[in-house]
């Protein structure tokens, strides 16, 4: 008779044989949770895109989340020129190309000179920067607009991208900061001691660290000027100086029976802010994480 010893079942292996893929509860019920809330949210977006794509008849004629089986592109270039997109849409690019990056470059300088500029009053500067995140802007449109009157800049881009800029950068001022502050002083520290001055630390040092975090704020900034709504109606009331969101309300009111072309606005207005997030959403989650775990 032949016996067969084995030695003892080392850690690892007693890891791989109880942690089976596919064998959890709890995983799979995560998964299923996570399938179903996707779906959710991805609904709405089928059925403009579907609405889009129809005819009017077929519209009525078949069901919400039923795909289109004759494709009416006719729909986007009926809408673009009956809602006359072209001019909103050069408003709204203006708008936020210059917001979006003056925004971030006034809150990035912020945040390094109250994170690493010694000042008495640097704590005091930093709980008003946090004061000015907890104020609704809601409340603030009819001071606002008396503000904005009183200078002669209704109806002009600078009346609307200095007050975009003024209720943005509080809450990018206090992501970057709780960043900067994580940062090694010694960065700083060092070329302050061979002569560098604190804009050539915050340009060569700190600034391309902390490059995924701006484009996190980038992508979420872009998304709230581009989609902006309130602000935008009480400021500009020049039919000529609409945004899109603005032109997208007006040509709801005229053309709602034509859900056609409505979605067809719908799908035009939103696609530029879905183009920027899938292009810079791999720094997304990176940015919103960096800081978290030092290393």
């Known amino acids: 008779m032949t016996m067969t010893s084995t030695g003892p079942i080392s850690a690892s292996e007693t890891i791989a044989a109880t942690n089976k893929p596919g064998r959890d509860p709890v995983l799979i019920g995560l998964w299923i949770a996570l399938i179903i809330v996707a779906l959710i949210w991805f609904a709405p977006f089928v059925f403009i895109v579907f609405t889009s794509l129809k005819t009017k008849a077929a519209v009525t004629s078949t069901g919400a989340f039923m795909p289109p089986v004759e494709f009416a592109f006719e729909n986007y270039s009926s809408a673009w020129s009956r809602g006359n997109f072209a001019e909103s849409l050069m408003n709204s690019v ?17 945040a390094y000179a109250l994170a690493k500029i010694k000042m008495r009053i640097s704590k005091l500067l930093l ?16 001071p606002l607009f008396t ?55 915050f340009r060569r040092i700190f600034l391309p660290v902390c490059l995924p975090v701006l484009a996190a704020l980038l992508i ?76």
């Open 147 to 201: 503000l904005v009157n009183s200078f002669g800049l209704i109806d002009t881009y600078p009346g609307v991208i200095l007050p975009y800029i003024a209720f943005g950068v509080p809450y990018q001022v206090f992501i970057l900061h709780g960043f900067f502050k994580g940062l090694p002083k010694e960065l700083s520290e060092a070329a302050l001691i061979d002569g560098a001055t604190h804009f050539t630390i």
């Open 220 to 295: 979420l900034d872009f998304v709230s000027t581009w989609n902006e709504f309130a602000m935008a109606l009480v400021l500009l009331q020049d039919q000529h100086m609409w945004t899109l969101p603005l032109g997208l309300m007006s040509f709801q009111g005229q053309f709602s029976s034509d859900y056609g072309q409505l979605n067809a606005a719908i799908v035009m207005t939103v696609l530029p802010a879905t183009l920027v997030y899938l292009i810079f959403q791999r720094y997304f989650v990176s940015g919103l994480t960096s800081g978290a775990v030092k290393g």
């Open 127 to 142: 709980l008003v920067v946090v004061f000015g995140t907890m104020i609704p802007f809601q409340v603030m449109l009819a």
């Open 94 to 110: 203006i708008i936020t190309v210059v917001k979006v990056p003056l925004g971030l470059a006034i809150s990035a300088m912020a």
